[in-house]
C-alpha cells in the first residue's frame, strides 16, 4: 500500500544542555531526571528558528534518497513550535529547499509523525501522478517551556527528523486514535486581547498532568501495537524494531511489560535527546537506521502518543 521510506535525516541544534545544567536553573538533579525520565542530555537552539531546522532535516534527507527537491510533489510538515503560524512549517522548508510542490502543515503533538504518514498515504492514493512526498517533525520545544516548570522543562529538547517516501508497497497498516479534550496536556497560543475580550488566558507553554500522560501513553503503545499484530497477523518475532515516540524511557518499559515482550526490540536514543515531540520518531528512525541494525525488508511498527490526546501507530516493511 502506498508508500516506501527512500530515506532519512534528522537535525538537532549544537548546543548541548545537560541535567547538570539544568540543576542551575531548576530545584531538580541528575539522579531524579536520569531515572524517572531516562534522560541525559537534549539539545537547545540558540540561533535557529524551527523552519530552519526543519528545513536542514528534510535536505539531508533528499541527501540520504537522492532526491532533488525539484523533484517532490508535496511537503507535509508537522510541528507544535513553529515560528509562524502562517506561513505553515510546512511552506517555510518549501521555501527554504528551493522545492515548488504543494505544502501543508498538520499538528497531532507528539504523535504527529504518524499521522504526516497517514496523510502521505492518502495523498498518494489521491493523486496517481505523486511519486514522492516529503515528511517533516521539526520542533523548537525549548521556545515554548515555562523553564520555572522543572516538571516539563527537564523533558523536552530541540530538533527535527524527516523522511522521503516513494510511491511503493511499504505501508502496511496504521491506527490513528484521539481523545479530545485540553485538561491533560494543553499549549495555549499567544493570542492578543481585544478590547472584547473578557477571558483569562493560560500562559503559552506546555501544561501537563504528567501522570495522567504517563498511563494513557503505556496503554495506547500495548493497545496499538496489539492492534497491529493482531489484524496483520504476527507475532513480536515478526517485527525486527518498534520505534516508538521518545517521551519517557519508563514509558517504554512499561508498555514493554503490559506486552510481555523485551525493551530489546524498542530503539530509545532518548538520553540524548529528550523528547522533541513531532521529531522524535522521525529522529530515532533515522539514528535506527544509520545504525546499521536495520534491514531492507525489515517489519517495522512506528508508534507515539501525546497532546490530542492523540495515538497512532503503523506497521511499515522497510
Ligand atoms: O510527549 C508526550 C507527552 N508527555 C509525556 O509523555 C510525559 C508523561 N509523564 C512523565 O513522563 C512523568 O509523569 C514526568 C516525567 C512528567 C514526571 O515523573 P513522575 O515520576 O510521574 O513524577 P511525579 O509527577 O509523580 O512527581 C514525583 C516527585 C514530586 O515530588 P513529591 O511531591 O513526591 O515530593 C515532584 O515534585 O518528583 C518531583 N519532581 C521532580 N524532582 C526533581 C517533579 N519534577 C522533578 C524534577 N526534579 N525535574
Redesign the pocket.
Known amino acids: 500500500m502506498s508508500f516506501r521510506i527512500i530515506g532519512t535525516g534528522m537535525y538537532v541544534p549544537p548546543k548541548a544542555v545537560t541535567n547538570d545544567d539544568?540543576a542551575q536553573i531548576?530545584?531538580?538533579?541528575d539522579e531524579?531526571?536520569s531515572k524517572?525520565?531516562g534522560v541525559k542530555e537534549r539539545r537547545v537552539s540558540e540561533t535557529e528558528f524551527t523552519s530552519e531546522m526543519g528545513a536542514k532535516a528534510a535536505q539531508a534527507a533528499l541527501d540520504d534518497a537522492g532526491v532533488k527537491a525539484q523533484d517532490l510533489d508535496m511537503i507535509l510538515a508537522a510541528s507544535v513550535s513553529g515560528e509562524t503560524v502562517s506561513p505553515s512549517m510546512a511552506c517555510m522548508v518549501q521555501h527554504r529547499l528551493g522545492a515548488t510542490c504543494p505544502a501543508m502543515e498538520l499538528n497531532a503533538?507528539?504523535a504527529a509523525f504518524l499521522y504526516l504518514l497517514e496523510t502521505a498515504a492518502a495523498f498518494f492514493a489521491l493523486h496517481k501522478d505523486y511519486k514522492r512526498i516529503l515528511v517533516v517533525g521539526c520542533e523548537r520545544m525549548s521556545g515554548i517551556l515555562d523553564w520555572t516548570d522543572?516538571?516539563?522543562?527537564?523533558?523536552?529538547g530541540d530538533g527535527s527528523g524527516a523522511a522521503v517516501l516513494e510511491r511503493g508497497e511499504g505501508y502496511l497498516d496504521s491506527v490513528i486514535t484521539v481523545k479530545g479534550g485540553d485538561d491533560v496536556?494543553k499549549i495555549p497560543h499567544f493570542l492578543g486581547c481585544s478590547p472584547f475580550f473578557k477571558t483569562e488566558q493560560d500562559t503559552p507553554y506546555i501544561h501537563?498532568k504528567?501522570?495522567e500522560?504517563?498511563k494513557y501513553?503505556v496503554t495506547a503503545i500495548a493497545q496499538d501495537i496489539t492492534t497491529l499484530l493482531e489484524r496483520n497477523h504476527l507475532t513480536i518475532d515478526d517485527i525486527a524494531w518498534i520505534v516508538p515516540?521518545q517521551?519517557?524511557k519508563?514509558?517504554i518499559d512499561f508498555a514493554c511489560h503490559k506486552l510481555g515482550i523485551s525493551t530489546e526490540k524498542m530503539f530509545v536514543n532518548i538520553e540524548k535527546y529528550g523528547?522533541t515531540?513531532s521529531a522524535?520518531v522521525p529522529m530515532a528512525l533515522h539514528e535506527l537506521k544509520e545504525s546499521g541494525k536495520l534491514q531492507r525488508g525489515d517489519k517495522v511498527i512506528l508508534c507515539a502518543?501525546?497532546?490530542g490526546l492523540s495515538n497512532a501507530a503503523c506497521l511499515i516493511e522497510y
Do not use: K
Open positions: 539544568l531548576v530545584d531538580t538533579n531524579w531526571i524517572r525520565v503533538a507528539c522543572r516538571s516539563t522543562c527537564v523533558i523536552f496536556i501537563m504528567g501522570q500522560t504517563f501513553a515516540h517521551a519517557n519508563r514509558i523528547n515531540s522524535s502518543f501525546g497532546g
